[in-house]
Each structure stands twice: as structure tokens, then as C-alpha cells.
């Protein structure tokens, strides 16, 4: 995805005149962040919009700095650190008003919630097929006719027309054939007589599913004497089943090491949502200890981690 980003980062730059502006939040994987930001090279102007404390974002700032001059809003559906799911109706009416293009990180919120480009109204949305259960293929959806009009870094033996213009080479077919497979997985979690009856069914199950999990790690993690758990509450409707926390006197580090020394894995960090960390004035400390739901886990592991953690706050 991010390979993917830049490329079309720099395709849309070549329509751009110096002064223009282009949109993106301290809420975002680097990612969605760092090909913008590169086009200040070209006298682009690239804005920020801020964080609010609960880890959503401002949407007093963020229609403050949109302008008649701003010409690409970047934003995620939802945050893979805080899992803060963005109010994208809302900014896509925003970008429509000033003709600004509406480009989507849908990365950490694919694999958890239905996502419909359709509805959605996007002009590009990219995602990574590994994080539902694929290989790892970076995924570009182009409205119709929006790529077709980008000056792409392509080679002329490659086929000039969408989807091809922005490919560089080869494609990945066996990848790609992992691709299908792990669409064909998900869809085995729902029922009807299509393939996408069966996606948005499964979705509905999964989304239920690690809702629920998500709601017992939340619980669980709330009972710890000295942690804190950082993004939106879970009675949020919209919310990606991701929870981040810091423990009172002990680094993100020292935390997942001793939960791998019991077989459970966890990542400390920031996660490429570097700027996020920043923003909430975390990266001192190390950081966040992260922990994820997926359709795999059980409410046992769940448990499992729960006394884990206690035994490791006792000790």
C-alpha cells in the first residue's frame, strides 16, 4: 500500500500547481502521510489536522484548514493504533465542496468492517491484502476514469489504460491468486446465494464476533489497576477492535516481552502512526503496547491475557 501511495502520489502531483494545498491528520499511518509530505518538494503546501485527546480527530480543525487552495484530503477509515474509525461521510462532503480528491487508507479497517467504495464515494481508497488474511498486495481502487487521468511512472510496453496504467512491471499473479483465496475465506463466514451476499453477511459475523472479544479485552484491561487504555470508548458504533494501552511505571517493551515469554504476541511502539504518538505525547514513554483482534481468537486467549497481565503487575 504504501509503495502503491507514493506512486500515485506523485501522478497526482504532476496536476498541482506550487501553493496548492493538500490535507492530511496526525491520526494517520506514515503511509497515508509520508508521499504527501514529500510533495512539499514541489512547493506544494501540505496541512495537518490535530488529535484530540480521546485519539479522534478535530473536526473544528480539520474544516478550518480545508480552503478553495486545498486539493487532496488524505485520511484513514480507521486508526491501527488507536482504532478510531474517521467520520468519512463528513470529510468526503467537505472535499466535494472545494473539489478537493478524497483519498482513503481503508488498510486497518477493511479486514474489520464492511467496506463499500460505493458508499463510501471515494475518488481512490488503498489497502493491504495481508491484513485480511492474503499475501502481502498492496490493493489501489480508482473511481472510474480517476486514474486514467494521472500522469503515472510507467513504463510504455505496459498497458496504458486503468488498472495497468500505474503497475510498473509484472504483476504478482501468485499473489494475486492468494488475494482471491483469502476473499474466498472470509466469505465462508457468511451465507447467501452471491459472492458478495456472503462478503457482507461474513463481515456482519466478523464484525459481531470481535466486537465482543474486543469488548472483554476492554473490560478486562480496564480492571488493571494502572492502565490506561487510549482511543474512543467501545460503546462507539463505528470502532475498529484494536486496543492500545500503557501500564503505570513500565515501558510498552518490557510489557510484550514478558506477554511473549508466555506465548502471547504483542507489539509495543508506534506503528508507523508516528505522528499520533507524538500528538499524544507518548513516544517518551516508548510508546503503546497494542493488541488486535482477529476472526481466529477466542475468549479463552482473551482470559489467558487478562491473568497474564496481572501476574506481570504483581510481580
Given at each position: 500500500?504504501?509503495?502503491?501511495?507514493?506512486?500515485?502520489?506523485?501522478?497526482?502531483?504532476?496536476?498541482?500547481?506550487?501553493?496548492?494545498?493538500?490535507?492530511?491528520?496526525?491520526?494517520?499511518?506514515?503511509?497515508?502521510?509520508?508521499?504527501?509530505?514529500?510533495?512539499?518538494?514541489?512547493?506544494?503546501?501540505?496541512?495537518?489536522?490535530?488529535?484530540?485527546?480521546?485519539?479522534?480527530?478535530?473536526?473544528?480543525?480539520?474544516?478550518?484548514?480545508?480552503?478553495?487552495?486545498?486539493?487532496?484530503?488524505?485520511?484513514?477509515?480507521?486508526?491501527?493504533?488507536?482504532?478510531t474509525v474517521n467520520e468519512i461521510d463528513r470529510v468526503r462532503q467537505l472535499a466535494y465542496e472545494v473539489g478537493a480528491?478524497?483519498?482513503?487508507?481503508?488498510?486497518?479497517?477493511?479486514?474489520?468492517?464492511?467496506?463499500?467504495?460505493?458508499?463510501?464515494?471515494?475518488?481512490?481508497?488503498?489497502?493491504?491484502?495481508?491484513?485480511?488474511?492474503g499475501p502481502h498486495v498492496g490493493i489501489l481502487y480508482s473511481r472510474p476514469g480517476a486514474l486514467d487521468r494521472l500522469?503515472?511512472?510507467?513504463?510504455?510496453?505496459?498497458?496504458?489504460?486503468?488498472?495497468?496504467?500505474?503497475?510498473?512491471?509484472?504483476?504478482?499473479?501468485?499473489?494475486?491468486?492468494?488475494?482471491?483465496?483469502?476473499?474466498?475465506?472470509?466469505?465462508?463466514?457468511?451465507?447467501?446465494?452471491?459472492?458478495?451476499?456472503?462478503?457482507?453477511?461474513?463481515?456482519?459475523?466478523?464484525?459481531?464476533?470481535?466486537?465482543?472479544?474486543?469488548?472483554?479485552?476492554?473490560?478486562?484491561?480496564?480492571?488493571?489497576?494502572?492502565?490506561?487504555?487510549?482511543?474512543?470508548p467501545l460503546k462507539e458504533t463505528q470502532r475498529a477492535p484494536t486496543l492500545s494501552f500503557t501500564v503505570e511505571n513500565?515501558?510498552?517493551?518490557?510489557?510484550?516481552?514478558?506477554?511473549?515469554?508466555?506465548?502471547?504476541?504483542?507489539?509495543?511502539?508506534?506503528?508507523?502512526?508516528?505522528?499520533?504518538?507524538?500528538?499524544?505525547?507518548?513516544?517518551?514513554?516508548?510508546?503503546?503496547?497494542?493488541?488486535?483482534?482477529?476472526?481466529?481468537?477466542?475468549?479463552?486467549?482473551?482470559?489467558?491475557?487478562?491473568?497474564?497481565?496481572?501476574?506481570?503487575?504483581?510481580?
Amino acid at each position: 500500500m504504501t509503495s502503491l501511495n507514493f506512486v500515485l502520489a506523485n501522478a497526482i502531483s504532476r496536476s498541482l500547481q506550487p501553493g496548492d494545498e493538500i490535507l492530511i491528520t496526525q491520526l494517520d499511518h506514515e503511509a497515508n502521510r509520508g508521499p504527501w509530505l514529500h510533495q512539499r518538494r514541489h512547493g506544494i503546501v501540505v496541512r495537518e489536522v490535530l488529535l484530540e485527546e480521546d485519539g479522534s480527530l478535530d473536526y473544528a480543525d480539520l474544516e478550518k484548514k480545508i480552503s478553495e487552495k486545498t486539493r487532496v484530503i488524505a485520511i484513514g477509515l480507521a486508526s491501527n493504533i488507536f482504532g478510531t474509525v474517521n467520520e468519512i461521510d463528513r470529510v468526503r462532503q467537505l472535499a466535494y465542496e472545494v473539489g478537493a480528491l478524497l483519498v482513503v487508507d481503508g488498510v486497518h479497517f477493511v479486514p474489520h468492517l464492511l467496506t463499500d467504495v460505493r458508499a463510501i464515494d471515494c475518488d481512490f481508497m488503498l489497502c493491504s491484502a495481508y491484513k485480511f488474511y492474503g499475501p502481502h498486495v498492496g490493493i489501489l481502487y480508482s473511481r472510474p476514469g480517476a486514474l486514467d487521468r494521472l500522469d503515472t511512472d510507467r513504463l510504455r510496453v505496459q498497458t496504458q489504460n486503468a488498472p495497468y496504467r500505474i503497475e510498473r512491471g509484472t504483476l504478482n499473479h501468485a499473489a494475486l491468486a492468494g488475494v482471491s483465496a483469502a476473499v474466498d475465506f472470509i466469505a465462508s463466514f457468511g451465507e447467501g446465494s452471491t459472492l458478495r451476499e456472503k462478503i457482507v453477511t461474513a463481515m456482519a459475523n466478523i464484525q459481531k464476533y470481535e466486537r465482543s472479544l474486543a469488548q472483554q479485552l476492554y473490560l478486562g484491561l480496564r480492571d488493571l489497576d494502572g492502565v490506561d487504555i487510549y482511543g474512543p470508548p467501545l460503546k462507539e458504533t463505528q470502532r475498529a477492535p484494536t486496543l492500545s494501552f500503557t501500564v503505570e511505571n513500565k515501558r510498552p517493551e518490557e510489557i510484550c516481552k514478558y506477554l511473549a515469554d508466555h506465548g502471547i504476541c504483542a507489539w509495543d511502539g508506534h506503528f508507523y502512526a508516528i505522528r499520533a504518538v507524538e500528538a499524544m505525547g507518548l513516544m517518551g514513554q516508548g510508546g503503546v503496547t497494542r493488541m488486535g483482534i482477529a476472526v481466529y481468537n477466542t475468549p479463552d486467549e482473551i482470559d489467558y491475557v487478562i491473568s497474564t497481565l496481572k501476574q506481570l503487575l504483581n510481580s
